[in-house]
């Protein structure tokens, strides 16, 4: 432990600080999930719905300094890509 109250004050912030981030970081990996889950399954509104919290819990990790922005602008990327991709293949399918 600290010796003095400033490296002690550092560190209750540094832990309170390492709790917070890990809790943005499960609820990112939860929407990464229910996204996931949603894309096996044929409700499209349910999917994009899914979609749109998901790319906002990515550029709200952005803003707390979770993600470095270049990853995040993969990943949404990538994840509209596939949205887009089964959104065009559920269409077709109905039709």
Known sequence: ?????????R????EANRLRNKARKSRLN?????FEVSMQGTDIEQTQDNF?????LID???SKGILHKNTAAR??????KR???EKANLTQTAE
Request: charge should be positive.
């Open 30 to 34: 939860t929407a990464y999930k229910k």
């Open 60 to 62: 709200k990790g952005v």
């Open 75 to 80: 990943k949404k990327s990538a994840l509209a």
């Open 52 to 56: 749109i919290k998901l790319i906002s």
């Open 1 to 9: 432990m600290a010796k003095s109250k400033t490296p002690a004050k």
């Open 83 to 85: 949205f887009n991709a």
């Open 11 to 14: 560190a209750r912030r540094a």
